[in-house]
């Protein structure tokens, strides 16, 4: 068995993506995704899956580049291959990533996402070649499916008038009736028993109407809402007291550590986190402060699969519970989170995802949910398939774009509607 790696194949596209509605501005019609190929020695491939916008493709093509005669085996190498990647200080000095929405932007972060696609191909191709599935590689999965939530959006029925998007049938949600019946849609054509309302688009008192709509529409479902970061200290409290009866957890309600420490020192509601602790430095400040409950965690932002294991294992011996944070993302990626899902004794929330509103993807079967769950698969690797023909057409919507959408940018997607729209300050209110 050869486990060097002879070639590293990096494709970035662009998929449809619909228009949903955040803090920030609005989801553009179509969003950057990098997907990387690693083949070894013995022709064994491996996929993995990450963020495309421009800042990552810079630094994963030297990246792809130091690969090449390692090992596919050589997990732990992969990070000091990544220190050894220089990263443009323009691209990060003081910056808010808009897209993920979790705090102000650093070098190492950037790093950490470039590499857990790297280490997801790594896995898939180790799996491959030893006929193992990926969640025995971690250790052996503790359950045959992972539980998901539904991700309810506010948002249009359609992308402006004269902007090319693909179509969809979910149709508007901009009150509470809507987002009702977005999740009645959720229920019937996945299963999901438990939501998550992202929010900071309305004012409030808004939110908190159609939070309990939920509430009455699917009594017993555990309910999330999710304004990340747009509310002061005083609202997040009020908001808490208004819904605490009917929220699993609140996430992300005001802006930073020192925020949430407060507002959870005054409210009983569980407070979640994928904003104030998306690194391991950040740990400390914020179990200490008791800031969080649940920490989101997100395989894209802590350096792989692996990463995220460590993440749950410190959890643990904090009593602080494990959920996991979804931004746009393909099946791949899906599958390595259910896969090291699967590994985590203590995940005890449904897990966030964004992949039923994502209508293309590049395997060739789509991912499915089963009662608001996916089953672990068993199959060597990932146990998913890339469709060549599928990732072809989509890097060709990347090549014929003329950098509008190579970086994804929310505000200037309102800006197409709402030509004075800008980022509002934060706290929003």
Same mark, same amino acid.
């Given at each position: 068995?050869?486990?060097?790696?002879?070639?590293?194949? @990096?494709? &970035?596209?662009?998929?449809? $993506?619909?228009?949903?509605?955040?803090?920030?501005?609005?989801?553009?019609?179509?969003? &950057?995704?990098?997907?990387?190929?690693?083949?070894?020695?013995?022709?064994?491939?491996?996929?993995?899956?990450? =963020?495309?916008?421009?800042? =990552?493709?810079?630094?994963?093509?030297?990246?792809?580049?130091?690969?090449?005669?390692?090992?596919?085996?050589?997990?732990?190498?992969?990070?000091?291959?990544?220190?050894?990647?220089?990263? $443009?200080?323009?691209?990060?000095?003081?910056?808010?990533?808009?897209?993920?929405?979790?705090?102000?932007?650093?070098?190492? %972060?950037?790093?950490?996402?470039?590499?857990?696609?790297?280490?997801?191909?790594?896995?898939?191709?180790?799996?491959?070649?030893?006929?193992?599935?990926?969640?025995?590689?971690?250790?052996?999965?503790?359950?045959?499916?992972?539980? =998901?939530?539904? =991700?309810?959006?506010?948002?249009?029925?359609?992308?402006?008038?004269?902007?090319?998007?693909?179509?969809?049938?979910?149709?508007?949600?901009?009150?509470?009736? /809507?987002?009702?019946?977005?999740?009645?849609?959720?229920?019937?054509?996945?299963?999901?028993?438990?939501?998550?309302?992202? /929010?900071?688009?309305?004012?409030?008192?808004?939110?908190?109407?159609?939070?309990?709509? @939920?509430?009455?529409?699917?009594?017993?479902?555990?309910?999330?809402? $999710?304004?990340?970061?747009?509310?002061?200290?005083?609202?997040?409290?009020?908001?808490?007291?208004?819904?605490?009866?009917?929220?699993?957890?609140?996430?992300?309600?005001?802006?930073?550590?020192?925020?949430?420490?407060?507002?959870?020192?005054?409210?009983?509601?569980?407070?979640?986190?994928?904003?104030?602790?998306?690194?391991?430095?950040?740990?400390?400040?914020?179990?200490?402060?008791?800031?969080?409950?649940?920490?989101?965690?997100?395989?894209?932002?802590?350096? /792989?699969?692996?990463?995220?294991?460590?993440?749950?294992?410190?959890?643990?011996?904090?009593?602080?519970?494990?959920?996991?944070?979804?931004?746009?993302?393909?099946?791949?990626?899906?599958?390595?989170?259910?896969?090291?899902?699967?590994?985590?004794?203590?995940?005890?929330?449904?897990?966030?995802?964004?992949?039923?509103?994502?209508?293309?993807?590049?395997?060739?079967?789509?991912?499915?949910?089963?009662?608001?769950?996916?089953?672990?698969?068993?199959?060597?690797?990932?146990?998913?398939?890339?469709?060549?023909?599928?990732?072809?057409?989509?890097?060709?919507?990347?090549?014929?774009?003329? /950098?509008?959408? %190579?970086?994804? $940018?929310?505000?200037?997607?309102?800006?197409?509607?709402?030509?004075?729209?800008?980022?509002?300050?934060?706290?929003?209110?």
């Amino acid at each position: 068995m050869n486990l060097t790696i002879e070639s590293v194949r @990096l494709t &970035p596209i662009l998929v449809a $993506d619909p228009p949903l509605l955040n803090t920030q501005g609005v989801h553009q019609p179509y969003t &950057p995704r990098l997907i990387i190929e690693v083949e070894t020695a013995d022709g064994i491939t491996g996929i993995g899956e990450t =963020y495309g916008d421009t800042k =990552y493709l810079e630094l994963a093509q030297p990246f792809a580049e130091k690969l090449k005669g390692r090992q596919a085996s050589d997990l732990n190498g992969l990070f000091g291959v990544a220190d050894e990647v220089a990263v $443009d200080a323009s691209r990060v000095s003081g910056q808010v990533d808009v897209g993920g929405l979790r705090g102000v932007q650093t070098a190492d %972060k950037l790093r950490l996402s470039v590499v857990s696609g790297f280490e997801v191909a790594c896995l898939d191709a180790l799996g491959k070649a030893l006929g193992l599935p990926v969640h025995t590689l971690l250790g052996g999965k503790v359950r045959d499916a992972v539980e =998901y939530s539904a =991700y309810l959006f506010y948002r249009w029925a359609g992308h402006p008038e004269g902007v090319p998007c693909e179509k969809d049938d979910w149709g508007a949600a901009v009150d509470p009736a /809507g987002v009702v019946e977005q999740a009645r849609k959720f229920k019937e054509r996945y299963g999901f028993t438990s939501f998550k309302l992202k /929010g900071g688009v309305f004012a409030p008192e808004e939110e908190i109407a159609a939070v309990r709509a @939920l509430a009455e529409a699917f009594p017993g479902h555990p309910l999330r809402l $999710d304004p990340n970061g747009a509310w002061s200290v005083e609202t997040s409290l009020k908001v808490a007291e208004e819904l605490g009866d009917v929220l699993e957890y609140l996430e992300d309600p005001a802006l930073g550590t020192p925020a949430m420490a407060e507002v959870a020192a005054r409210t009983g509601v569980p407070l979640a986190t994928n904003m104030c602790v998306t690194t391991f430095a950040e740990i400390k400040e914020a179990f200490t402060r008791d800031a969080v409950q649940v920490v989101l965690s997100d395989h894209h932002y802590w350096g /792989g699969l692996r990463n995220t294991q460590q993440l749950a294992a410190i959890c643990r011996t904090f009593g602080v519970g494990v959920s996991m944070h979804s931004n746009t993302h393909l099946g791949i990626s899906l599958a390595a989170m259910t896969h090291v899902a699967s590994t985590v004794p203590n995940l005890h929330h449904a897990c966030d995802s964004h992949y039923p509103w994502q209508s293309e993807d590049v395997l060739t079967e789509r991912m499915t949910f089963e009662s608001g769950k996916v089953a672990v698969s068993d199959l060597p690797g990932l146990g998913v398939e890339l469709d060549h023909d599928k990732l072809r057409f989509l890097h060709r919507r990347w090549l014929d774009d003329d /950098g509008t959408l %190579k970086d994804r $940018d929310d505000a200037a997607a309102m800006r197409v509607a709402d030509p004075d729209w800008t980022t509002p300050p934060v706290p929003r209110w």
